[in-house]
Each structure stands twice: as C-alpha cells, then as structure tokens.
C-alpha cells in the first residue's frame, strides 16, 4: 500500500513570495490533514478535510494561507504571501474515517519550506 | 480544550538503558484516545501505540510499554534496552471529538553506543 506522498521536499522562498505544496493520501482515506512544524516543535494542526469538506481550520492564518481538496483525494496548500515566520515542515497525513477516533494518522515525509 | 505537555525535552542515555519519557494531557472529552509517534532523522512521522481512555491497563509491546493513568492524566512511555536506531523525537498526542490529533512538543532522545 503507497503511503502518504508530498511534494515538493523542499522548497526556499523570498519573503512576499508564493508557495504551494501538494498531498496525496494512502487511497481510500477520507480524512486529510495538514500540519505545521517549526523546527524544535511539535506539530500544529493548520486544517482538517473530510471528504472534501472543511472540519477544522481554526489554526489557518486565513489571511495568507489556503488550502483546497476539491476532489475529496489530494489537496494543496498555498502561502501567499509568505513571511519568514511561515519558515517549517509541512506534514500532510491521512486517516480512515472507519476507524473513528481510534484511528492513527499516517504521515507523509513534510515539505520544508526555507522563506528568506 | 486539549493540551499535551511533554515536560522533557531531551533525553540521553547509553545504548541498553531504559528510557521513560513523560506526557501529562488535559481534555475534557471522556471518551480520547492517546498516541505515540516517533519521529526519525528522516522526518516522517511513524505511529508507535495508542491507548484508549476507558482501559487504563498497561500493555507491553516488544521493547515498547506504556503507563496509562487516568487519575494524573498521565501516558508515559518506555523504550527497554534502548538501542542506537532509537534515537529520534518522540511526541505524545491525543484525539478526541472531532478527530482532531494535538501533540505535546516532543522529546528528543540520544541513544549513545
């Protein structure tokens, strides 16, 4: 079974910039996630899909960031424009809504952003 | 709400020891689940166990067990007879309503040979 697949793996920026990063969930796993980690942190969830509906993204700078999932599979993050602070690994994961709350996230390998 | 606290920040051991990493959570939910994850050099995040909070018996699992008290809110967790591959950042994490996954800031562990 493929796991979760990102790209690009790494990406440096210029500040006021924009940015996009793609997710492909294992297949068959309603439930998406994007995470935001700055280096020596753990991981803060920035928006929650099931299907292709919106179950949380009270942690999204709105402002800047968005992120769409239009055919209930992959999705794209977008920064725009980006600021130094935006500078962190981008985990995308994935779950099987018939697990439940049991159910474990399975992460991909992060997309690191560098803004300059 | 939900919180998780992991008050270590970095753990270092010689190969062979054991290694007991702390998490402290705080939900309101009574029905949660509890999460480890490892997190490897590589980056990618690596599910490890889970505990439901209606079972508060300890299971071991290879090298890997776990103290789940509900009364301190507590999910510890130990690695015996650590070995160098274990050296990695460990979170603690807790689901609830919702499906939403919250992590503690993690512990970074250094297995020395």
């Known amino acids: 079974e493929a796991g979760v697949a990102q790209s690009p793996r790494y990406k440096i920026i210029e500040k006021r910039q924009s940015v996009a990063f793609w997710c492909n969930p294992i297949s068959g796993h309603a439930t998406l996630y994007w995470y935001q980690q700055i280096l020596g942190q753990g991981p803060k969830l920035l928006i929650q899909?099931?299907?292709?509906?919106?179950?949380?993204d009270s942690q999204l700078p709105k402002d800047r960031f968005s992120a769409e999932r239009l055919k209930g599979v992959d999705s794209t993050l977008k920064i725009q424009p980006a600021k130094l602070e935006d500078s962190a690994v981008y985990l995308c994961a994935s779950s099987s809504i018939s697990r439940g709350p049991r159910g474990e996230l399975f992460f991909g390998e992060g997309s690191r952003l560098t803004v300059l | 709400a939900q919180k998780v606290t992991q008050a270590q920040t970095e753990i270092s051991v010689v190969e062979k020891e054991d290694v007991t990493l702390d998490c402290v959570y705080e939900t309101r939910d009574t029905t949660y689940y509890l999460f480890w994850y490892k997190q490897p050099p590589s980056g990618e995040l690596v599910f490890l166990i889970r505990?439901?909070?209606?079972?508060?018996q300890n299971e071991i699992s290879g090298r890997y067990s776990w103290n789940f008290q509900k009364s301190t809110s507590s999910f510890n967790f130990t690695i015996t007879a650590s070995q160098v591959v274990d050296s990695a950042v460990y979170f603690c994490a807790l689901k609830a309503a919702g499906n939403k996954l919250t992590f503690g800031g993690g512990t970074r562990v250094l297995v020395k040979p």
């Open positions: 505990r439901n909070s209606f079972d508060e």
């Open positions: 899909f099931q299907n292709n509906g919106v179950v949380d």
